[in-house]
């Protein structure tokens, strides 16, 4: 095995699934790197980032590669040109600007600018070169000897890498084509490498003003590939803390088969959402001190028990197989909540990690899904009266079929006899099987529109709500009372939010309150907000357990008034 093909074996052990992509690029780095080139991650770009850095900043590993003078710029943070021209020329001369020096830029020997345009940056491109070749020829030699070896020393190769290349076609496209044509503009060696997660052909410059770049594409990651890189995550973790660290048992090795099949779960669980094997390290490392607690627990009191008794530590062991299924079923519910606070970042690891950490009492069966239903229906107890109502109509009008409502709901005695769905017997009387229809509870909820929840609500409040309404001498006739709340709630449901300060007068007490459960997601709009055809459709979004619970609050048969129960 030759140097290059020990260099590709030890940054593909690194990063997994980048054999070919980084084979390649070494390929080209230790031959000819191409002025111009572009490559297009639209999975990972910041893992492919992370590799392209590996490879550059490790260059004088690679056989016959000339001496690489390399930059990493996020075209985030450079949304100027004088700031992309700076953070450039100061990272490939080694500059580091300094609180005491005033914080001055790199200038070269001559003391001059060279971020006022891009004539003065190719200047100090050159610049740059020149200072960079007479530092390597000094000491040479004299005269003729000093000569040759000039002659024999490789020029150094200048890489411009550009994170995120998008950004700088959306807030400096003055520069792009300029970039793709440095070599050719500063009459040097130097590459750019253009990273993006879109495709050259959108945001190409038009009338063919950039050259076409070297493609470089790179292939999706394999689910073992992300497992692999996870693991390797945690290895290196526990490699690097040492045993009087607090968390050294929380990442020991020997809890690494336990941690293989955690990971495997949790990308099993969350990767129909984010395969990015950044996030799902974030969330892993979030989940996995409150995960092996209980193992760790236990392993604490075996080694205060030895330390009693005075003898000997036992050492950490991982758990049975049946352990690892007991703990996995009982975290299972707490993936997608990781998932759903820190994968938008609405909140850190640490402290997410710090509220959903595990205690000795839901060992007892207070689980996580358990105080996720508590802590919903903490938050449903806390609701308006009326909005409660809302929630128990949303769901029948999920739950039930559209046309059992007259039967359901109906206010005389014929639609009264039968409510309750008849049970379907498994045979008919000639012997051939039917179908079983599946609960819908079990389906999840259906979508229904606006006009069948405000029917359902009155039906409702002409039913439970009529002994605890205040009394109104405006409201003399049955169910006007009834028509007043639901035309109320039908305005206000209908218009829409950036319009309501308009058309409501500001005397008006009153709240949108399918809107406001529609921004607290117990209900779920499904059509579209500017859709002025048909009446708007939405989904309940609270559970069974809730909608009990509301009911249970408001005197309200459930059971009674669900089509299948069961």
């Avoid at 690679?62 to 949304?79: E, G, K, Q, W």
């Avoid at 094997?277 to 760790?296: C, D, H, M, N, S």
Wanted: glycine share 4%; aromatic share 8%.
């Amino acid at each position: 095995m030759d140097d290059e093909e020990q260099f590709v074996q030890k940054h593909t052990e690194i990063h997994p699934g980048y054999a070919s992509f980084i084979a390649h690029l070494t390929t080209l780095a230790s031959t000819y790197l191409p002025p111009f080139i572009y490559v297009t991650d639209p999975n990972n770009p910041r893992v492919t980032a992370s590799v392209i850095d590996a490879i550059f900043h490790d260059a004088s590993s690679i056989p016959d590669a000339p001496p690489t003078l390399y930059v990493h710029v996020n075209a985030v943070a450079c949304f100027t040109p004088r700031i992309f021209y700076d953070t450039v020329l100061n990272s490939l001369a080694g500059w580091k600007p300094s609180w005491q020096d005033g914080c001055q830029l790199w200038s070269g020997d001559d003391a001059q600018r060279y971020n006022d345009s891009i004539d003065s940056f190719l200047h100090g491109l050159r610049k740059l070169r020149l200072e960079r070749t007479g530092d390597r020829s000094r000491g040479q030699g004299k005269g003729k000897g000093k000569a040759v070896a000039r002659t024999n020393e490789q020029e150094p190769s200048m890489v411009i890498f550009i994170e995120r290349a998008e950004r700088l076609f959306e807030k400096l496209p003055e520069l792009v084509v300029p970039l793709s044509r440095l070599a050719e503009l500063s009459r040097i060696h130097v590459s750019v490498i253009l990273l993006s997660s879109v495709s050259w052909e959108d945001i190409r410059p038009a009338l063919g003003a950039s050259p076409n770049p070297y493609y470089l594409d790179v292939e999706p990651l394999a689910k073992q590939d992300i497992l692999q890189r996870l693991v390797s995550a945690f290895r290196s973790t526990s490699m690097s803390q040492s045993s009087s660290d607090a968390t050294h048992t929380i990442y020991h090795p020997a809890l690494q088969p336990l941690y293989e099949q955690y990971v495997e779960t949790l990308y099993s669980a969350i990767s129909i959402y984010t395969n990015d094997p950044l996030e799902l390290q974030y969330i892993a490392a979030a989940r996995w001190p409150g995960f092996v607690k209980p193992v760790v627990s236990q392993y604490d009191q075996l080694v205060q028990q030895a330390e009693e008794e005075g003898s000997e530590a036992p050492a950490l062991e991982p758990p049975t197989t049946e352990a690892r299924l007991r703990l996995i079923k009982f975290f299972l519910p707490t993936f997608t909540a990781a998932l759903d606070a820190l994968y938008p970042r609405l909140d850190n690891a640490a402290d997410w990690a710090a509220k959903n950490d595990y205690t000795e009492g839901q060992s007892n069966g207070d689980g996580p899904s358990k105080r996720a239903a508590l802590a919903s229906g903490f938050e449903a107890d806390h609701l308006p009266r009326m909005s409660k109502f809302i929630l128990i109509a949303a769901f029948l009008a999920s739950t039930n079929p559209s046309k059992s409502d007259l039967r359901m709901f109906g206010r005389g005695p014929e639609e009264r006899k039968k409510r309750r769905r008849r049970s379907a017997s498994s045979r008919k009387s000639g012997g051939a099987q039917t179908i079983v229809k599946v609960s819908q509870r079990l389906l999840g909820p259906a979508t229904f529109p606006l006009d069948r929840l405000l029917a359902i609500l009155g039906a409702l409040l002409e039913e439970n709500d009529y002994e605890t309404r205040p009394h109104d001498p405006r409201f003399e006739l049955p169910g006007e009372y009834t028509d007043m709340e639901i035309g109320r709630i039908h305005v206000y449901a209908a218009v829409r939010s950036r319009f309501l300060d308009m058309v409501v007068k500001p005397n008006v007490q009153l709240t949108s309150q399918i809107a406001e459960l529609t921004f607290m997601r117990a209900l779920h709009r499904t059509s579209a907000t500017d859709k002025l055809d048909g009446p708007p459709m939405f989904k309940c979004g609270i559970s069974h357990e809730v909608a009990l619970r509301l009911a249970r609050d408001l005197d309200v048969p459930l059971n009674e008034l669900m089509w299948d129960p069961a």
